[in-house]
């Protein structure tokens, strides 16, 4: 379903990868998008000059690859502040994304109660084939 079908269904919607606010005035509520103007026009720069550049990039709000996109009208201002500082948390590095006690929902233990994985560990991201307990369904990576 598209963001501006939600929005005729009176359904809330957030975007990724790129700002889709004007899509959906009423209905969008924010998302997550690349900062081209960052480290990706350092990228971009580089692949244009023909310097070198790495074939992968990745990163998040701390790197500067990552932005939020501008916040829709319902979006009431305290919890934009809410966003705002969790945003700033991930830049300082204060909120982690995968802290245990975690479990899986077939009850496998993934995060010892205390442990914690580092936000650019992309080991561990990219090793993610599990839901988290609680959800119902399968992941359908094996």
């Not at 939600?6 to 700002?19: K, L, P, Q, T, V």
């Not at 500082?85 to 590095?93: E, L």
């Amino acid at each position: 379903m598209s963001i501006e079908t939600a929005e005729r269904r009176g359904i809330f919607s957030c975007g990724y990868h790129s700002d889709l606010s004007g899509l959906a005035p009423n209905g969008f509520l924010t998302g997550a998008e690349w900062d081209w103007a960052g480290k990706g026009a350092e990228f971009v720069k580089a692949w244009q000059t023909g310097q070198p550049y790495p074939n992968l990039l990745r990163g998040g709000f701390k790197q500067g690859l990552v932005k939020i996109s501008p916040f829709g009208k319902s979006v009431p201002e305290n919890v934009r502040a809410d966003i705002i500082a969790a945003r700033q948390a991930f830049v300082d590095d204060k909120l982690k994304i995968y802290a245990g006690p975690l479990k899986s929902n077939d009850g496998k233990q993934i995060l010892a109660p205390g442990q914690i994985i580092a936000n650019d560990d992309v080991g561990f991201k990219f090793g993610v084939n599990w839901l988290v307990e609680g959800a119902i369904g399968e992941t359908g990576l094996k």
